[in-house]
Protein backbone atom coordinates (compact mmCIF):
# COMPACT_ATOMS: atom_id res chain seq x y z
CA UNK A 1 0.00 0.00 0.00
CA UNK A 2 1.33 3.61 -0.82
CA UNK A 3 -0.83 5.51 1.09
CA UNK A 4 -4.91 6.26 1.84
CA UNK A 5 -6.61 9.35 -0.34
CA UNK A 6 -7.31 11.96 0.19
CA UNK A 7 -4.26 12.07 2.79
CA UNK A 8 -2.40 10.66 0.17
CA UNK A 9 -2.78 12.48 -3.15
CA UNK A 10 -2.14 11.35 -6.09
CA UNK A 11 1.18 13.53 -6.92
CA UNK A 12 2.38 11.52 -3.61
CA UNK A 13 0.85 8.45 -4.81
CA UNK A 14 3.19 8.59 -7.55
CA UNK A 15 6.97 9.39 -5.78
CA UNK A 16 6.31 7.00 -3.77
CA UNK A 17 5.35 4.46 -6.19
CA UNK A 18 8.77 5.86 -8.34
CA UNK A 19 10.87 5.07 -4.73
CA UNK A 20 9.53 1.55 -4.46
CA UNK A 21 10.52 0.64 -7.84
CA UNK A 22 13.77 1.91 -6.81
CA UNK A 23 13.66 0.45 -3.86
CA UNK A 24 13.17 -3.09 -5.95
CA UNK A 25 15.64 -2.78 -8.61
CA UNK A 26 18.33 -2.46 -5.68
CA UNK A 27 17.06 -5.80 -4.60
CA UNK A 28 14.54 -4.87 -1.57
CA UNK A 29 11.56 -5.59 -1.20
CA UNK A 30 9.69 -1.86 0.36
CA UNK A 31 7.04 -3.80 1.57
CA UNK A 32 9.41 -6.05 3.81
CA UNK A 33 11.34 -3.01 5.28
CA UNK A 34 8.51 -1.50 6.44
CA UNK A 35 7.37 -4.62 8.07
CA UNK A 36 10.93 -4.62 9.88
CA UNK A 37 11.11 -0.60 10.71
CA UNK A 38 7.53 -1.35 13.13
CA UNK A 39 9.51 -4.18 14.43
CA UNK A 40 12.58 -2.80 15.19
CA UNK A 41 10.60 0.29 16.70
CA UNK A 42 8.36 -1.73 18.58
CA UNK A 43 11.53 -3.28 19.68
CA UNK A 44 13.40 0.04 21.46
CA UNK A 45 10.26 0.17 23.90
CA UNK A 46 11.16 -3.44 25.32
CA UNK A 47 13.37 -2.17 27.60
CA UNK A 48 12.59 -3.93 30.73
CA UNK A 49 12.12 -7.66 31.51
CA UNK A 50 8.95 -8.28 31.66
CA UNK A 51 8.15 -6.78 28.29
CA UNK A 52 11.02 -8.46 26.40
CA UNK A 53 9.52 -11.54 27.97
CA UNK A 54 5.76 -10.87 26.61
CA UNK A 55 7.79 -10.29 23.18
CA UNK A 56 9.96 -13.52 23.38
CA UNK A 57 7.05 -15.35 24.24
CA UNK A 58 5.12 -14.47 21.39
CA UNK A 59 8.03 -14.67 18.94
CA UNK A 60 10.91 -16.75 20.03
CA UNK A 61 9.48 -19.31 22.61
CA UNK A 62 7.28 -20.92 19.49
CA UNK A 63 10.30 -21.96 17.88
CA UNK A 64 11.15 -24.89 20.76
CA UNK A 65 9.54 -27.90 21.25
CA UNK A 66 6.65 -28.18 23.40
CA UNK A 67 8.33 -29.60 25.79
CA UNK A 68 11.27 -27.25 26.27
CA UNK A 69 8.37 -24.56 26.32
CA UNK A 70 7.13 -25.38 29.00
CA UNK A 71 9.89 -26.10 31.48
CA UNK A 72 11.76 -22.62 30.05
CA UNK A 73 8.27 -20.80 30.88
CA UNK A 74 8.26 -22.28 34.12
CA UNK A 75 11.83 -21.80 34.95
CA UNK A 76 11.60 -18.07 34.08
CA UNK A 77 8.03 -17.14 35.20
CA UNK A 78 8.68 -18.52 38.63
CA UNK A 79 12.94 -18.18 39.38
CA UNK A 80 13.88 -15.12 36.92
CA UNK A 81 10.83 -12.17 36.31
CA UNK A 82 10.21 -12.36 40.43
CA UNK A 83 13.73 -10.64 40.96
CA UNK A 84 13.88 -9.03 37.05
CA UNK A 85 10.67 -8.02 35.52
CA UNK A 86 10.37 -4.16 36.75
CA UNK A 87 14.04 -3.59 35.94
CA UNK A 88 15.64 -2.40 32.51
CA UNK A 89 17.87 -4.79 30.89
CA UNK A 90 20.78 -2.89 30.60
CA UNK A 91 20.71 -2.05 33.93
CA UNK A 92 21.33 -5.64 34.80
CA UNK A 93 25.16 -7.13 35.05
CA UNK A 94 26.61 -9.95 35.94
CA UNK A 95 27.20 -8.82 39.60
CA UNK A 96 23.03 -8.82 40.05
CA UNK A 97 23.20 -12.17 38.42
CA UNK A 98 25.82 -14.22 40.32
CA UNK A 99 23.65 -12.69 43.17
CA UNK A 100 20.34 -14.26 42.00
CA UNK A 101 21.96 -17.70 41.29
CA UNK A 102 23.15 -17.29 44.56
CA UNK A 103 19.80 -16.66 46.14
CA UNK A 104 18.49 -20.01 44.26
CA UNK A 105 20.71 -22.13 46.16
CA UNK A 106 19.03 -21.18 48.96
CA UNK A 107 15.41 -21.43 47.70
CA UNK A 108 13.36 -24.09 49.00
CA UNK A 109 10.84 -25.98 46.09
CA UNK A 110 6.96 -26.53 47.34
CA UNK A 111 8.07 -29.34 48.99
CA UNK A 112 10.79 -27.63 51.62
CA UNK A 113 14.09 -29.28 49.88
CA UNK A 114 16.73 -27.20 48.54
CA UNK A 115 16.91 -26.85 44.77
CA UNK A 116 19.44 -29.28 43.07
CA UNK A 117 22.30 -27.90 41.70
CA UNK A 118 20.96 -29.67 37.73
CA UNK A 119 17.96 -27.95 38.54
CA UNK A 120 19.74 -24.39 38.94
CA UNK A 121 21.74 -24.99 36.29
CA UNK A 122 18.47 -25.55 33.95
CA UNK A 123 17.41 -22.58 35.13
CA UNK A 124 20.90 -20.55 34.59
CA UNK A 125 20.71 -22.18 30.79
CA UNK A 126 17.16 -21.21 30.39
CA UNK A 127 17.67 -17.55 31.51
CA UNK A 128 21.12 -17.40 29.16
CA UNK A 129 18.92 -18.19 26.00
CA UNK A 130 16.51 -15.43 26.96
CA UNK A 131 19.04 -13.21 27.52
CA UNK A 132 21.05 -14.16 24.46
CA UNK A 133 17.28 -13.21 22.40
CA UNK A 134 17.24 -10.06 24.07
CA UNK A 135 20.86 -9.08 22.64
CA UNK A 136 20.27 -10.96 19.33
CA UNK A 137 16.83 -10.25 17.75
CA UNK A 138 15.34 -7.56 20.17
CA UNK A 139 18.36 -5.86 20.74
CA UNK A 140 17.61 -4.28 24.00
CA UNK A 141 20.93 -5.21 25.05
CA UNK A 142 24.43 -4.63 23.76
CA UNK A 143 25.47 -7.63 25.76
CA UNK A 144 23.61 -10.17 27.80
CA UNK A 145 24.36 -9.76 31.03
CA UNK A 146 25.35 -13.69 31.15
CA UNK A 147 27.97 -13.49 28.47
CA UNK A 148 31.09 -14.82 30.15
CA UNK A 149 29.32 -15.50 33.53
CA UNK A 150 30.78 -18.31 34.96
CA UNK A 151 29.43 -20.15 37.98
CA UNK A 152 29.82 -23.51 39.22
CA UNK A 153 28.27 -25.56 41.86
CA UNK A 154 30.61 -27.30 44.57
CA UNK A 155 28.38 -29.70 45.72
CA UNK A 156 29.99 -29.84 49.09
CA UNK A 157 29.13 -26.27 49.39
CA UNK A 158 25.31 -26.81 48.42
CA UNK A 159 25.61 -29.33 51.18
CA UNK A 160 26.90 -27.66 53.50
CA UNK A 161 24.30 -24.53 53.56
CA UNK A 162 21.63 -27.24 53.19
CA UNK A 163 22.69 -29.07 56.71
CA UNK A 164 18.98 -30.23 57.63
CA UNK A 165 19.01 -32.52 54.22
CA UNK A 166 17.83 -35.93 55.25
CA UNK A 167 20.69 -39.21 54.35
CA UNK A 168 19.62 -42.36 54.94
CA UNK A 169 22.19 -44.50 56.57
CA UNK A 170 22.99 -48.08 55.59
CA UNK A 171 20.70 -49.30 58.61
CA UNK A 172 17.46 -47.24 57.42
CA UNK A 173 18.62 -47.95 53.70
CA UNK A 174 18.10 -51.78 54.62
CA UNK A 175 15.03 -51.13 56.60
CA UNK A 176 13.27 -49.27 53.53
CA UNK A 177 14.40 -52.56 51.22
CA UNK A 178 13.19 -54.74 53.91
CA UNK A 179 9.90 -53.10 53.83
CA UNK A 180 9.74 -52.62 50.23
CA UNK A 181 9.79 -56.68 49.76
CA UNK A 182 6.73 -57.07 52.38
CA UNK A 183 5.18 -54.76 50.53
CA UNK A 184 5.15 -56.48 48.10
CA UNK A 185 4.35 -59.89 49.65
CA UNK A 186 1.29 -58.12 50.47
CA UNK A 187 -1.39 -56.21 47.76
CA UNK A 188 1.63 -54.29 46.23
CA UNK A 189 2.24 -55.66 42.78
CA UNK A 190 6.34 -57.63 42.80
CA UNK A 191 6.91 -55.49 40.06
CA UNK A 192 7.25 -52.28 41.47
CA UNK A 193 9.37 -53.89 43.71
CA UNK A 194 11.92 -54.51 41.19
CA UNK A 195 11.08 -50.64 40.13
CA UNK A 196 11.97 -49.16 43.40
CA UNK A 197 14.86 -51.73 44.22
CA UNK A 198 16.34 -51.12 40.80
CA UNK A 199 15.92 -47.08 41.40
CA UNK A 200 17.82 -47.42 44.67
CA UNK A 201 20.51 -49.74 43.27
CA UNK A 202 21.46 -47.31 40.57
CA UNK A 203 20.23 -44.18 41.60
CA UNK A 204 18.42 -43.77 38.31
CA UNK A 205 14.75 -41.93 38.12
CA UNK A 206 11.86 -44.03 38.10
CA UNK A 207 11.01 -42.35 34.23
CA UNK A 208 14.62 -43.97 33.20
CA UNK A 209 13.89 -47.49 34.86
CA UNK A 210 9.91 -47.40 33.17
CA UNK A 211 11.69 -46.31 29.86
CA UNK A 212 14.43 -48.80 29.97
CA UNK A 213 14.64 -51.07 26.97
CA UNK A 214 16.20 -54.57 26.61
CA UNK A 215 18.31 -53.50 23.70
CA UNK A 216 20.24 -50.98 26.03
CA UNK A 217 21.46 -53.46 28.37
CA UNK A 218 25.10 -54.80 26.59
CA UNK A 219 28.25 -56.64 27.92
CA UNK A 220 31.16 -54.41 28.32
CA UNK A 221 34.78 -54.89 29.79
CA UNK A 222 33.58 -54.87 33.54
CA UNK A 223 30.42 -56.59 33.02
CA UNK A 224 26.88 -55.23 32.35
CA UNK A 225 26.03 -51.62 31.58
CA UNK A 226 22.98 -49.54 30.08
CA UNK A 227 24.32 -47.64 27.02
CA UNK A 228 20.94 -45.16 27.16
CA UNK A 229 21.06 -42.97 23.68
CA UNK A 230 20.50 -39.16 23.80
CA UNK A 231 17.17 -39.37 22.10
CA UNK A 232 15.91 -41.07 26.01
CA UNK A 233 17.95 -38.54 28.07
CA UNK A 234 17.06 -35.10 29.21
CA UNK A 235 20.52 -33.74 28.32
CA UNK A 236 20.46 -34.99 24.90
CA UNK A 237 23.45 -36.91 24.92
CA UNK A 238 24.46 -40.24 25.17
CA UNK A 239 25.18 -42.12 28.49
CA UNK A 240 25.85 -45.04 30.04
CA UNK A 241 25.58 -46.71 33.78
CA UNK A 242 27.41 -49.91 34.82
CA UNK A 243 25.13 -52.26 37.15
CA UNK A 244 26.64 -54.10 39.95
CA UNK A 245 25.53 -58.14 40.19
CA UNK A 246 22.75 -57.27 42.69
CA UNK A 247 21.52 -54.83 39.94
CA UNK A 248 21.86 -57.34 37.54
CA UNK A 249 19.80 -59.88 39.58
CA UNK A 250 16.88 -57.32 39.99
CA UNK A 251 16.51 -57.06 36.26
CA UNK A 252 17.17 -60.31 35.73
CA UNK A 253 14.00 -61.30 37.36
Request: glycine letters at 4%; aromatic letters at 10%; a positive charge.
Amino acid sequence: KLGIYPGVDIAEARNRHRASQSSIHRGTNPALEEKRKKREAGKEALRTVKEAWAFYLENGLPHYRPSVQRVRKSNIERHLLPEFKNREIVDIGRDDIRDWLLALTRKRSKRGTPLSSSTIAAIRNDASSFFNYCEIKIKSVKTSPMAGLRFTFDEQDLFRKHEDLIYHNDEELTAIWRAIEKMAAGDWSPFVESIVKFSMLTGLRNANVLGLQKEWIKPYDCGIRIEYPKSAMKMKRDWWLPLSPQAVDVLNR
